[in-house]
């Protein structure tokens, strides 16, 4: 009957995911360019962590959001046949400018089509600590971009070339303003509406909104980020 | 395709299988809650293990970037306290949301009424927020999914899902019986 | 949909011309563990055209949003609950509308070809036409809070988020069954 056959089919599909293990085809990479499905009006979009990782790449998670760890820059692109549909992104601006943290936070949760967080530290660094999303590179010369891409660097030199940005104060800035997030009881109107609009991504990258009655006079590093656990 | 269009016919065949399953009728979703028709539960259930099945493997063979797909995020106490209370008007009302929409459909003027409930409790809650804001915003853990959170293989969370269904669905249908 | 499905169709309409009456004898319903199948078809379908799943609550907050913003958009843009459905393209662009406005179509539909349409007042055999609406109301606007806490409902959470795993849709749809079975006997007299 077809309910058994259906239950047969459900038995037997998830037996072989339990052999597959994770969902990602061999060549699939995250980084699958103008693939966004929706709308305007859509909620912001997130993504399922990594699945299945192996072992040694927890290190470099931050708490449970980051979902990749850097993969060569040369990686085969499998498109998928239904990408879902190509939403079009209304932000305009100039190469090579600076973008602050916050900013960048929100262009990650957001899913801004095409876009690639660069980091040019070096590999310890980039272990011990990285955005989420976050590509490692020697130079930006060494990686392959496509037209409608948009890149963030997020240490390191820029070039003032297409769709170029900075991340102003790099992943120091991202730990202090986005992860830390941190303001004194007495600060003005406009600082506060600063900081009540980092706390909002800082909560979803799993950070930790703040006020205090002293700012810090040192800069959180990464090992305390980690630290602070669940 | 027009985005518009899109949601337009997906609707349409959300609201159409709904309707066929009998999802349209109060009585019916509430009897899940005495034991007398479990539809609910077997509806649900049937409908997450194929989604995921077919997520995991239309993934796993290339065709859907799952890493695209918008994954609802989780806010552990707003969640659960959410829960606990949409439940309680569930049983209440007899009628969810989506469901409420399509018995309003169908000429059932109780589902008209739990849509317009739906709406003032929305508007309620927006209106009076400014207390539960921090509630609100709490606990939140990204679009954290099992497989992270149980640190095991996602292909497990699968099997053992599927698995849970398969046999729940024995219950259901033993309990149906000595109802 | 089945062989069977396109044969009653039509047997609707042969009956139709045959001078019976329009509203056939109301077909039984379909087996739930198929109908689930197809809901799930139809997620996933979701998932691969839109790149993401259903819902329904979202469209009655961002009416909502809508509906405040209309009477005061000074209001609606500073409050942090309707604020966020008040950017890129406004409360009525919403995809869960769209959407909704769908499930509205296809229920009509499905109950037109399944000779079900029917003016009536749902209830249980002990409850009255009048506390039947207020039952409607009242449990309408709980799950009204209830989906604004959790962000979703059961389509939304449940449905999507537990198709895809999320660990906080399957923390609400344990918490909605837990709920409602404890929250049953106390309604017992409305079903029973």
């Known amino acids: 009957m077809i309910r058994r056959g259906l239950a047969l089919a459900a038995a037997l599909l998830g037996v072989l995911a339990l052999i597959a293990g994770h969902p990602k085809g061999t060549n699939l990479t995250r980084r699958n360019a103008g693939v966004l499905a929706g709308w305007p009006g859509v909620r912001p979009a997130a993504y399922p962590p990594d699945s299945g990782s192996l072992p040694g790449t927890a290190a470099a998670r931050t708490r449970n959001v980051d979902g990749v760890s850097a993969e060569a820059a040369n990686l085969e692109i499998l498109r998928p046949r239904f990408a879902g549909l190509r939403m079009t992104n209304g932000a305009i601006r100039q190469p090579g400018n600076q973008i602050s943290a916050v900013e960048l936070a929100e262009w990650i949760r957001d899913r801004k089509p095409g876009l690639r967080v660069v980091d040019l530290r070096s590999e310890a660094a980039f272990e011990e600590y990285h955005l989420p999303r976050a590509e490692r590179a020697d130079s930006l010369a060494s990686m392959q971009f496509n037209a409608n891409e948009t890149i963030v660097v997020v240490s390191g030199a820029a070039v003032a070339d297409r769709n170029v940005y900075v991340l102003r104060g790099g992943v120091p800035a991202w730990i202090d303003e986005v992860m830390n997030p941190t303001i004194t009881a007495d600060a003005t109107p406009a600082a506060r509406a600063g900081y009540d609009r980092a706390s909002i991504v800082s909560r979803y990258f799993g950070g930790v909104p703040r006020i205090v009655d002293k700012l810090p006079a040192t800069r959180a590093n990464a090992v305390a980020v980690r630290r602070r656990g669940c | ?179 | ?192």
């Open chain 2, 1 to 179: 395709m027009n985005p518009f269009l899109a949601a337009v016919a997906i609707g349409i065949a959300f609201g159409w299988t709904l309707e066929r399953a009998g999802l349209g009728s109060a009585p019916k979703l509430a009897g899940q809650f005495y034991f007398t028709d479990l539809t609910v539960f077997k509806v649900m259930f049937s409908a997450i293990v194929t989604a995921m099945l077919g997520a995991f493997w239309l993934s796993r063979l290339g065709i859907l970037d799952l890493s695209q797909v918008y994954v609802p995020e989780t806010y552990l106490l707003p969640q659960l306290a959410g829960g606990l209370l949409f439940g309680a008007g569930f049983v209440i009302a007899g009628l969810c949301p989506g469901t409420s929409c399509v018995a309003a459909a169908t000429g059932r003027g109780d589902g008209a009424m739990v849509m317009l409930g739906m709406f003032s409790g929305v508007l309620a809650t927006g209106l009076a927020f400014a207390p539960l804001c921090h509630f609100y915003e709490s606990t939140a853990r990204g679009p954290l999914v099992l497989p992270d959170l149980l640190h095991v293989n996602y292909g497990v969370i699968v099997f053992a899902v599927v698995g849970m269904a398969l046999i729940a669905f024995q219950f259901a249908e033993r309990l149906e019986k000595r109802a």
């Open chain 3, 1 to 192: 949909m089945s062989e069977g499905f396109w044969k009653r169709f039509r047997g609707l309409e042969v009956s139709r011309s045959r001078g019976k009456s329009a509203t056939a004898r109301p077909q039984a319903y379909a087996d739930p563990y198929v109908a689930g199948t197809c809901l799930g078809l139809v997620l996933l379908a979701s998932f691969v055209i839109a790149g993401r799943g259903l819902g329904a609550s979202g469209a009655f907050a961002s009416s909502a949003a809508g509906l405040v913003a209309a009477a005061s958009p000074a209001r609606a843009a500073a409050n942090p609950y309707f604020a966020p459905y008040l950017g890129a393209g406004g409360p009525w662009s919403e995809w869960l509308l769209f959407e909704i406005a769908g499930v509205v179509l296809g229920g009509f539909l499905s109950a037109l070809a399944a000779g079900r349409l029917r003016a009536a007042i749902e209830r249980g055999p002990r409850l009255g036409r009048g506390s039947r609406l207020a039952c409607a109301f009242g449990g309408g606007a709980v799950m009204g809070i209830g989906a604004v806490l959790a962000r979703g409902c059961t389509s939304g959470l449940a449905l999507t988020g537990g198709a895809l795993l999320s660990a906080g849709s399957w923390l609400f749809m344990i918490a909605a069954f837990a709920g409602a079975y404890l929250f049953a006997p106390m309604v017992r007299k409305a079903w029973r």
